[in-house]
């Protein structure tokens, strides 16, 4: 167990249609990672939080969106959803900057389905 | 741009066999290096971590890697599989900030028992 929880764990859902995924960090954590597993593209950065603020971001689309809240939970928004947002969507967590070496523990992963 | 390149995607070894896996990155600065290990139906966890010092690091289970700073490299190996280690391999490259972590496409690695 890493301590990362992630909800739901499965998600079936319409095309066109809105989802909303939760992530709970370690205890401590202050970083918020998602990530997007997909059979064809592997694991895609997302985007990144760290203490509420947004710190990186990666190949995320402009239909999508996150927020990291002041308990340090995360959600992402997934809207007009199409086939191909079908994945697997992971969370990680981490201590953060400031000594900080990097490593991130990831959540069991929240799978959508796309019909 | 940053990347990381992983050089096999499938990998098919019998028991007892040794494994390389091939790692390359690009990226600015100052690095920190993971290998990450997805076992079926699992999420991923750490393997081995390099930050500084030895370049010859060791992890779980038998791994481990060295770091080739000229090379900009970071190759797993173990010198005896099991069926066990049936999983999906990635390696990862930070900065030392901890900030966007990328990831390499995943090796898949079968062990004929």
């Known amino acids: 167990d890493s301590g990362v929880t992630q909800t739901p764990k499965h998600l079936i859902t319409a095309t066109g249609q809105r989802v909303t995924l939760r992530c709970s960090p370690r205890s401590g954590d202050l970083s918020v990672y998602w990530y997007q597993q997909s059979l064809d593209q592997g694991l895609q950065f997302l985007i990144q939080?760290?203490?509420?603020?947004?710190?990186a971001k990666g190949n995320i689309l402009e239909r999508f969106s996150a927020q990291q809240f002041p308990d340090l939970h995360s959600e992402l928004n997934l809207s007009s959803l199409e086939l191909g947002d079908s994945a697997l969507y992971f969370c990680?967590?981490?201590?953060?900057?400031?000594?900080?070496?990097?490593?991130?523990?990831f959540g069991e992963g929240s799978r959508l389905t796309v019909l | 741009a940053q990347s990381v390149s992983q050089h096999n995607h499938h990998v098919i070894l019998s028991e007892a066999a040794s494994l390389e896996l091939g790692c390359n990155y690009s990226?600015?600065?100052?690095?920190?290096l993971f290998w990450y290990v997805q076992y079926p139906g699992q999420h991923l966890q750490l393997l081995l971590k390099y930050f500084s010092g030895d370049p010859l690091v060791k992890g779980i289970k038998g791994f481990e890697a060295e770091f080739i700073k000229s090379k900009f490299s970071f190759n797993l190996r173990k010198p005896s599989v099991q069926w066990s280690d049936t999983a999906e391999y990635f390696c990862a490259v930070t900065n030392t900030g901890g900030f966007k972590t990328i990831f390499g496409a995943g090796t898949r690695l079968f062990v004929k028992a």
């Open positions: 939080y760290y203490n509420g603020e947004e710190r």
């Open positions: 990680a967590s981490s201590v953060g900057s400031g000594g900080n070496t990097g490593e991130l523990f």
């Open positions: 990226y600015g600065g100052t690095v920190n």
